[in-house]
């Protein structure tokens, strides 16, 4: 099948857009608002999109609070959504009143960072704390922008449990990352972890 997305005619009970662009990281964002209180949503339109300097992005479809925060603060952080903590992520996206704090509504622990003024995941295996370097509005073909906003986020501290280390490496088999598939499926990204080694001369020379 073919179809154009300016008339979006697929003939199909769901668009298959999201579905096609799969499996999505989820950022699993924490911020504070100026009143103080916490905020904690998952994106799954988000992924890192540098290493050098480290640069990881979100993007809201529309004004929501962690962007707002975000935006108001300058600070997020991103904690791992993995399969152990699955229902609660899922909790966690709840639409509530702004104020209201995900991390009681899920029953997870809110703990402050390192190095910058916003809360993560206490019980997450892996968390990085950012501080915000730009954000966008994107546009489409026709120069409209569209009804997201991108916010990127300078790395600049990373928490790792020892539970999911070995040999020096994260262990993906104990991490399991879960990420958001097509619909209402997700992915268990610890499920059939397999190892390959790039051709001579793709591998970034460090």
Same mark, same amino acid.
């Given at each position: ?30 911020? *504070?608002?100026?009143?103080? &209180? ?11 999109? &540098?290493? &050098? ?14 962007? *707002? ?12 959504? &993995? ?124």
């Amino acid at each position: 099948m073919f179809y154009t997305t300016d008339t979006n005619q697929h003939g199909l009970k769901h668009d298959p857009f999201k579905a096609i662009v799969a499996p999505r990281p989820i950022g699993w964002i924490g911020t *504070k608002g100026r009143d103080g &209180s916490m905020n904690l949503s998952p994106y799954s339109f988000f992924n890192t999109v &540098s290493d &050098s300097p480290k640069l990881v992005m979100f993007s809201s479809s529309g004004r929501k609070h962690s962007l *707002k925060n975000a935006e108001e603060t300058g600070v997020f952080t991103a904690s791992l959504a &993995s399969r152990h903590l699955a229902e609660k992520m899922n909790a966690s996206s709840e639409a509530v009143p702004y104020g209201v704090s995900e991390f009681e509504v899920a029953g997870l622990t809110a703990k402050m960072a390192e190095l910058i003024d916003a809360p993560y995941v206490a019980e997450a295996y892996t968390v990085l704390e950012c501080r915000v370097t730009q954000v966008i509005q994107p546009v489409g073909l026709d120069g409209q922008g569209a009804e997201a906003y991108m916010v990127f986020g300078q790395v600049v501290g990373i928490h790792i449990s020892e539970e999911i280390l070995r040999g020096g490496r994260i262990d993906m088999g104990l991490a399991r990352p879960i990420a958001r598939m097509g619909y209402r499926d997700f992915a268990d990204g610890g499920a059939d972890v397999f190892e390959m080694t790039r051709p001579a001369g793709a591998e970034p020379k460090r």
